[in-house]
């Protein structure tokens, strides 16, 4: 079966990190890029940060630049979002969605849920 | 970058209505949109493709056209089922910007 599973989330202070994982199966995962979009409570899909297979190109939303770091482990079947310095308005559930050829996102994870509040 | 407008914000309308969503994009993309459907609750799911492409299993009373900066997604008869946000979304680059959403209720 084709799957992404995402952990890491939590609580997390004001200023603090924390680094969500995206297990992937069921596909070779080496052949993709990959995303995260993140939702927060109530709100919208946002689109977050995209890296393309081998890691030869990577880009954040304006809101992240500078704070995220995207990273993907193609020996482990692994997707990696570093979060640093987080914010009161990164709650949100972040999901990691596969960028199928073409570029739309057709394979979503279940969502990590990240909280970030003193 | 480019912007994705959604209209209308949310509507409500009768089992076997048409319905008729609009994403304008202030930009042109080409077709390089996007529709995901995200039931309550749970994880968005793809739905048309490339503007007009229907993903396998989306059932035939769900349509997209258009193209450049204006695009449609059309439910040609609204079932209970279809209850959900509709999104959507550029890819032609980077940022991948969704638009605010429609949520679609039954009347």
């Known amino acids: 079966e084709v799957q992404l599973v995402e952990s890491g989330g939590g609580l997390v202070q004001p200023g603090g990190s924390l680094r969500l994982s995206c297990a992937a199966s069921?596909?070779?995962?080496?052949?993709?890029?990959f995303n995260w979009v993140r939702q927060a409570p109530g709100k919208g899909l946002e689109w977050v940060s995209f890296i393309t297979a081998g890691s030869t190109s990577i880009f954040y939303a304006d809101s992240v630049e500078g704070r995220f770091s995207i990273s993907r482990d193609d020996a482990k079947n692994s997707l990696y979002l570093q979060m640093n310095s987080l914010r009161d308005g990164d709650t949100a559930v972040y999901y990691c969605?596969?960028?199928?050829?073409?570029?739309?996102?057709?394979?979503w994870g279940q969502g990590t849920m990240v909280t970030v509040s003193s | 970058d480019i912007q994705m407008t959604q209209s209308p914000s949310s509507l409500s309308a009768s089992v076997g209505d048409r319905v008729t969503i609009t994403c304008r994009a202030s930009?042109?993309?080409?077709?390089?949109l996007a529709w995901y459907q995200q039931k309550p609750g749970k994880v968005p799911k793809l739905l048309i493709s490339a503007a007009s492409t229907l993903q396998s299993g989306v059932p035939s009373r769900f349509s997209g056209s258009g193209s450049g900066t204006d695009f449609t997604l059309t439910i040609s008869s609204l079932q209970p089922e279809d209850v959900a946000t509709y999104y959507c979304?550029?890819?032609?680059?980077?940022?991948?910007?969704f638009g605010g959403g429609t949520k679609v209720e039954i009347k």
């Open positions: 979304q550029k890819y032609i680059n980077a940022p991948k910007t």
């Open positions: 069921g596909f070779t995962f080496n052949n993709y890029a």
């Open positions: 969605a596969r960028d199928r050829a073409g570029g739309s996102f057709d394979i």
């Open positions: 930009q042109d993309i080409s077709n390089f």
